[in-house]
């Protein structure tokens, strides 16, 4: 189990970082969470073979984390796609989807199975596939906004290994329950300490709050994404982050990271790059 980061940034897809899109890979079944723009250029460049994404989890509507979903379907369709593609969003994403499609003279051959997500707390099973079961639950930010708990389904003495996924959020506790004990907790970390007050005002995390979640829902290790432009050498934000927690990784575009019980440091693909 691994996830391939296809964009760490924060709002603007510019400098090194792209949006918010990640695939997360079990056993070949590939989950697509996210998908800002330009995802699917990235999905291409990281060889992840687009129609082999057969479900797609959109945590928000910002644009950073969602506005790469029609260009994507579109190519989907053009590239002559008939099997279903799942998705899971929040309430409001079919609409916008099926009006963009609707307005523009475009189509979708495929079948689109939504899931849409509208509800203010506790965790619900939004889908279930042959590899993973994927749970939502409400996290804290300006507009309704989910975080994701992927388990693993059990094979043989294979025991299940867990990824959780955060973005956008502030600072709440309330989230813990829901991301206790994960392999791999991906967190988003917008802003250094010093701008605490600017990240509680946007509902964004600092680097330290993002460590001191993952250290009190006792996570394994802590992956950081959603890095601000603002910070183009993020060796800050990884210290902070690691004075509470120190199994931190700071996400990189295009680099690729195991999902384990005993974690270790990623797998460098940035080659590609070169
Ligand atoms: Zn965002
Ligand atoms: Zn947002």
């Not at 996830?3 to 400098?15: F, H, K, R």
């Not at 590939?30 to 945590?59: F, G, M, P, W």
């Not at 996924?165 to 917008?190: F, K, M, Q, S």
Request: hydrophobic content about 40%; some cysteine.
């Amino acid at each position: 189990m691994f996830v391939t980061i296809l964009g760490s940034g924060a709002a603007l897809p510019i400098g090194a970082r792209r949006c918010s899109a990640q695939v997360l890979n079990i056993g070949g079944f590939k989950l697509l969470i996210d998908c800002a723009e330009a995802t699917q250029d990235r999905i291409r460049y990281n060889h992840l073979k687009l129609q082999s994404i057969s479900t797609i989890v959109i945590s928000h509507l910002h644009g950073d984390h969602f506005f790469g979903l029609p260009g994507l379907l579109s190519t989907m369709h053009l590239c002559g796609r008939t099997e279903t593609v799942a998705i899971a969003a929040p309430k409001g994403a079919r609409q916008v989807i099926e009006t963009i499609f609707e307005l523009t003279g475009n189509h979708i051959a495929f079948p689109i199975e939504w899931h849409e997500m509208d509800f203010d707390h506790g965790e619900q099973r939004v889908l279930e596939t042959s590899r993973c079961t994927i749970d939502a639950f409400p996290i804290y930010h300006s507009v309704p906004d989910y975080g994701f708990r992927i388990t693993e389904r059990p094979r043989g003495n294979h025991t299940p290994l867990v990824y959780a996924y955060c973005c956008d959020t502030a600072y709440d506790e309330r989230i813990l329950p829901h991301i206790e004990g994960v392999d791999l907790l991906c967190l988003e970390c917008t802003f250094s300490n010093e701008f605490e007050p600017l990240a509680t005002e946007r509902m964004h995390l600092t680097a330290g709050q993002a460590g001191r979640l993952a250290r009190l829902a006792g996570a394994r290790q802590l992956l950081l994404t959603h890095i601000s432009a603002r910070f183009r050498e993020p060796d800050l934000l990884l210290q902070q982050a690691q004075q509470e927690f120190p199994n931190t990784l700071i996400a990189a575009d295009n680099q690729r990271y195991e999902i384990s019980h005993n974690p270790t440091q990623p797998t460098d693909t940035t080659a590609n790059e070169k």
